[in-house]
């Protein structure tokens, strides 16, 4: 099943690094994913397709637990598309 999130986080080096590395890890594999920097706010904002078997839930509320997760909301559900002979 495929999930979309939103993630709002502080700027800082390893922020990025630091919710591949739990999305990794939770068993969520990256299918897209887009980020935007607010030098203004000292923010980013993330949206972030991922696939799993797995509840959105684990990984929201693991995402969330970050130092510099401000918040995480999940966007919408879809199945993936599947081709068949």
Do not use: Y
């Amino acid at each position: 099943m495929m999930h979309t999130m939103h993630i709002e986080a502080k700027d800082r080096p390893a922020t990025l690094e630091r919710l591949l590395r739990v999305t990794r890890h939770r068993g969520f594999a990256v299918r897209e994913m887009q980020m935007n920097a607010s030098a203004e706010r000292d923010s980013v904002t993330i949206s972030v397709t991922v696939a799993s078997d797995r509840p959105i839930s684990l990984l929201q509320g693991q995402l969330s637990k970050l130092v510099d997760v401000a918040s995480v909301n999940i966007e919408a559900q879809s199945q993936p598309l599947s081709i068949t002979a």
